[in-house]
Structures are given as C-alpha cells and as structure tokens.
C-alpha cells in the first residue's frame, strides 16, 4: 500500500500544494502585514484617507475568506459533493485505482476506519449509488483514493471503467457503524475476500501509523485465482516490514504452481492461521455474502459467540456489508 502511494505521489508531483492554499499563508499573512503597513502610513501621515485603503482591504479579504470557507471540506454525511478524477492506475485485470481531487490540496480526509462513502453516477437517465471504503491514507493531502473491482453485472464499476480524467463523480460521506478503539483488543483476526480487502486496507492504516498501537493483526485472504490478488505485493511488503501483521493467502483454484492454501477457506485454516477466541481477541469478517455465512459456520463451531444478527459498531465478531 506504501508503494502503491509513493507511485501515485510522483505521478501527481505537479500538483504539489501551493502555500498560498492555506490559510495562514493565502489570508492571514498577507492581511496582517497589509493593515500594519497602512496603520504605520496613516501614522506617519495624518492623512485618514488611508483608511479607504483598509476598507477596501477588508472587502477583498472577505471575498477571498468566503471562498475559503466555501471550499475547506470536501465530504458531508447529508449532501453531495462532486469530485474531479485526477489519474488511474490500473492493479490487476478488472479492478483500478481511482484518484479524485479533493477541493484543497491541504485538506486530509479523517475517515475512520471501516467507514465508507456513499458514490453517485448518472446510469441511463438514473442515480445509481454504490458504496465503498476509501484506502486513503490520513497523511495524504489533498486526494480520496477508491479501489473499485468491475464485475461483469457492475453497472456501477464498468461507469468507473470508462471515465476520464477531469470527469466528476458525486460522493457523500463518511458513514458507517465499525468502531475501532487501539489496544481495545491484543489481536484483530481477519477474513475477507475479494474487494472486501478495502475495509482490512482502512484498519491497517489505523493500527500501523500509530506508534502506540500494539494490536497484532492476523488476515486470511481470500480469492478465486491469484491474478484476483489484490495490491499482494504491497500487502507482503507490510507483513514484512511490520512484525504485528500477518497475512495468508486462500486461493479457489490455483495454478499447479501455487503454494499457498487452495479451495474454500476451512475451519482448519482458521485454527491455523488465527488467534483462537477469547476476550481479548476481535474477528471481523468482509467478503462476498457466502464466504461471510461459511466464515460465521466455522467462527461459532471455533467458539466465537455471533448470533447472526447485523452487526453493531463494537461487537467482538464484526461483519461488514460488503457492497
């Protein structure tokens, strides 16, 4: 995932931001040193007519703090807001990256995570809304990142598929219900699948940009071919690098080649590859609706307590509505 952002870091090193962007710099700065200038003028002067200068002063600088306040957030829970793609960057056969610009280069999106957005595209003459998980990182300025899969009866994804840069798609956001709490639990086990890698993308980058966290994560990734693999390099390279994270692989049917785990995941491989259940453990499950219902089979005969109600924000066996 690093990698991945360092690549779209220097395909966008043109639009670095632009110091007049922020408000101390592009407002406060230059109004300060403006009314001290005239003050010391009018000063020196006795001439008041200085003043005229101060009052047309402040209207221009009001115009430029409304639109300042106009454009600071880019997201709101309760309306929409349109984004410009800025760039794509294809991960694998049927599934891209998809970068919008937010309205400043130096606003950061707080969302937190497990949280997704809510996605509006014009599909023959209707709104059509999709919801997913951005795996924007909350040190990135000024982008919201999507990882959207296309599948052959996504009208929404094959809309994502044919846009072009300087195109725009209206979002919403953010919302959900997943409560995340650091060192709430020693371990987060982890199963998902597909697409569902997005929200497990979203808590890696909770847990591992802070110093404080020790939670230890464990995942069990699964797809139906290795080519299905999402950002797997990116996601080895975290392993590697961070000794609190673990992930295995689960591949429905494999080249001859493969090493990893092959078919359906298994009760087995979650005795395995997971901290079993207690107290100070989490389970949280993401992936297409049959390997969610296979996954909870195999949870509660393993002694995790999930009575197959929906889900609510701090329950020790989490599943996410993956859409």
Known sequence: LHRLIRRQRQMCIRDRPNILDQPIHG???????????????????????????????????????LRAFQRRQSLFPDRWTALELEDQTLISKNTALYRF????????????????????????????????????????????????????????????????????VDFKGPMGIFNYVPNSYKTLSIVCGGSGI???????????TVPEDFTKIYVIYANDTEKDILLKEELDE?????????????????????????????????????????????LIICGP??????????????????????????DQVFVFQCK
């Open 289 to 314: 609706e049959p390997m969610e219902r296979l996954v909870l089979e195999h949870a509660t005969q393993l002694g995790w307590k999930q009575d197959g109600s929906a889900s609510f924000a701090d």
């Open 198 to 208: 997005t929200p497990v993308l979203q808590i890696l980058n909770e847990v591992i």
């Open 27 to 65: 407002i406060i700065i230059p109004s300060a040193l403006f009314v001290v200038g005239v003050s010391i003028i009018t000063y020196m002067t006795g001439d008041l007519r200085y003043l005229a200068g101060i009052l047309l002063f402040a209207a221009l600088l009001g115009v430029r703090a």
């Open 238 to 282: 975290m392993a590697e690098k961070y000794p609190n994270f673990e992930i295995h692989y689960v591949v429905r049917h494999p080249k001859q080649n493969w090493d990893g785990e092959s078919g359906l995941i298994t009760m087995d491989q979650m005795n395995r590859y997971l901290p079993p259940y207690s107290e100070d453990n989490r």
């Open 101 to 168: 610009r937010l309205k400043t280069k130096i606003e950061t999106l707080n969302i937190p995570a497990g949280h997704h957005v809510a996605v509006r595209v014009p599909i023959d003459g209707e709104q059509v809304v999709r919801y997913y998980n951005p795996i924007s990182s909350k040190i990135e300025a000024g982008y919201l990142d999507l990882l959207v899969k296309s599948y052959p009866n996504g009208v929404v994804s094959k809309y994502f598929a044919s846009l072009q840069t300087g195109m725009t």
